[in-house]
């Protein structure tokens, strides 16, 4: 009799569990941090031209090095005003998931170690793990601040301590939706000498002005990476299309270990239709940001503890049981996230409407899910 499948499993993956967010469906979906807007319909028809008029051609691989995707997305960036981007120093994939994964392919590996201090992204460790690099858990929280808050000078000695390969950084950081000053990112930076530093940048279209991005920290940094997203505030979750800004150096790297034709003609033709009307796009994250501050003064006034947010979603701690608090809304027909933090919550920034029944069930939950010394 041969070896069972769990014999021949690697390891160090055998007892793990994969990544998985409930796909439920439910009148009021906020748990997964999309946005609640469907894709314009002006948009939707450009990503139907653009998709048939390559249809024809699918019998041949798509461009390899998706030139027209790596300019509009070094455009957009520029655009933005923080910094002038390159197409050279543009890499995409299927999400920022595959970027990540490229870059622990490249960076990560046997006898490595990735140091992410969390609650952060809970993808970074998961994978971390599945390219045999070691992940360190750091930590956040320093007396006298916030909760979630990660400091400057605890950072650096972690850094000093266990003494990575690679460093995640999230800003706005996934669950808390707190952002990291520039100065923690360069003191970071400073600090792992041999260190490639990540900073997550999912969501920074919805920080709060002022905010600032690792994006202007680029210049004279090639151990610097900056990932983003259009899953989020582009509004385009299903079309899979993640990328990074770095140093031109860096993106050579990553051809090594990336599979060939990775990125669908279709892909590159969607994310380039969706970029030709970013302004369209975007129109709804001023509108989602509404409703996150919403949320976060609705739950103060209920007596709940809600984290001041720059993401499109809101951590709010306070309750007694969030076990018991996630299935109450679930039985109303609203699905949050537990994201395995004692006490807390996330629920995601939806239309007035969704974020209206979210707050009319919370209410009506509040005054016995609260913690006992909130009451």
Known sequence: MGSSLSDLLRPDLRGRTPYGAPQLDVPVPLNTNENSYAVPQDVVDAIVASVAELASGLNRYPDRE??????????????????????????????????????????????????????????????????????????????????????????????????????????????????????????VYDAGQRALVVVDEAYAEFARPGTPSALTLLNGRPRLVVTRTMSKAFALAGGRLGYLAADPELIEALRLVRLPYHLSAQTQAVACAALEHAGGLLATVELLKGQRDRIVADLIEMGLDPVPSDANFVLFGGLLDEQVTWRALLEQGILIRDVGLAHHLRVTAGTPWETGAFLEAMRSLAPTHRQEQLQ
Do not use: K
Request: a negative charge.
């Open 66 to 187: 998706f030139v027209r995707l790596r300019e509009d997305l070094a455009a957009y960036l520029t655009n933005t005003g923080e910094v002038a981007v390159g197409p050279e120093q543009v890499w995409a994939g299927n999400g920022s998931n595959e970027v990540l994964l490229h870059l622990l392919q490249a960076f990560g590996g046997p006898d490595r170690v990735a140091l992410g201090f969390t609650p952060a992204y809970s993808m970074h460790p998961i994978i971390t793990r599945t390219s045999g690099t070691t992940w360190v858990d750091g930590f956040r929280g320093v007396e006298g601040a916030g909760a979630f808050d990660l400091d400057v000078a605890s950072a650096v000695a972690q850094v000093r301590a266990h003494q990575p390969n690679i460093v995640f950084l999230c800003s706005p950081n996934n669950p808390t939706g707190t952002a990291l000053g520039l100065d923690l990112v360069e003191a």
